[in-house]
């Protein structure tokens, strides 16, 4: 069974069998993370509240009060190796819970990175925040995290100490994606490209050959093909965050091809997030900021609607 999760500011939708149920309706949800080993515990972070707990699949919510001290909660991510739950704020910081969100604890070394006076949000300057968190499908230590605006920095050790900016990897990142096939393999959608990394985020190379787009946001690998990769992107922050008309593409690029080719192109909302299908290899669902939700079955051949949530300008989809 296929369930989907997505994070708006006006509610949490969760999308099961055709149906859709709001929840946390108002609380201005801003991501999403579920437990790899349980998918019945949900964590959504919101703009100004903090961060909330589902251990029931989204029907119920519980407001984790502890711990995480900003109420602006960017990123969360839990670990598939030992279940530790990481939660990137704005300003940025990191923390960390070893025990469901009931305690927490600030990795503050990342905010003592020589480059960490210089990051930057543009359209709120001098601050930044905790976009995107990739954690080890095999290593529990290890940590890559991506600042809006300020680069894709690196722990081997759970947060204890930090190196910089990656070479290689594009400051103004929007995603990172892992896969378990591939433990070695992490990518970066990013403003400016994208950038795929052989050695989990020590070193990184751009790869856009293909992407006319550069500003890069959605993100997905397929389930069971690592080197299967969609993208999303529109020609600028303006054209994808703006009313108008977004001119956005959705990309991708398969086993043995280093280019990157257009599935979707001129589309009118720019298309937020991407998820694999983790039971149907090739299948895919890109959620737009119209509220769609449309499904491939056939590596972005073909599209048809799953589902409308409500209309966002941030969306994200989370498959179970």
Request: aromatic residues 8%; hydrophobic residues 40%; negative net charge.
């Amino acid at each position: 069974m296929v369930r989907l999760y997505t994070a708006a500011a006006s509610a949490v939708a969760i999308v099961e069998n055709g149906n859709v149920k709001l929840t946390l309706e108002e609380r201005g949800a801003r991501c999403l993370a579920v437990d790899p080993k349980d998918p019945d515990t949900v964590y959504a972070g919101t703009s100004d509240e903090g961060l909330f707990k589902s251990s029931d699949a989204g029907r119920t919510w519980e407001h984790l009060h502890s711990g995480a001290t900003h109420p602006r909660i960017t990123a969360v991510a839990v670990s598939p190796v030992d279940g530790a739950l990481y939660a990137g704020t704005e300003p940025s910081s990191l923390f960390v819970s070893r025990d469901g969100g009931e305690s927490w604890r600030e990795l503050e070394g990342l905010k003592n990175l020589p480059s960490s006076s210089t990051w930057s949000f543009p359209p709120r300057p001098w601050t930044s925040h905790v976009r995107s968190i990739a954690l080890s499908p095999e290593d529990p230590d290890l940590i890559v995290a991506g600042i809006e605006l300020g680069g894709v920095v690196r722990s081997p050790d759970g947060g204890e100490s930090w190196h910089d900016q990656r070479p290689g990897a594009y400051a103004d990142c929007h995603t990172l994606a892992t896969h378990a096939a591939a433990p070695e393999m992490l990518c970066e959608a990013a403003g400016g490209g994208f950038a795929e990394s052989e050695n989990f985020g020590e070193s990184w190379e751009a790869a856009d050959a293909g992407i006319k787009h550069r500003y890069v946001w959605g993100l997905t690998v397929d389930q069971e093909d690592p080197t299967l990769l969609y993208v999303s992107a529109a020609a600028g922050p303006g054209q994808a965050h703006g009313s108008g008309f977004s001119d956005a593409a959705i990309y991708r690029r398969s086993s043995g091809v280093g280019r990157w080719e257009p599935v979707m192109e001129h589309l009118a909302e720019f298309p937020y997030a991407l998820a694999a299908d983790p039971y149907t290899p090739g299948a895919l669902y890109a959620g737009f900021g119209d509220g769609r939700i449309l499904r491939s079955p056939n590596a972005g051949e073909n599209w048809s609607e799953h589902a409308r949530v409500p209309a966002v300008e941030s969306l994200m989809v989370m498959v179970v």
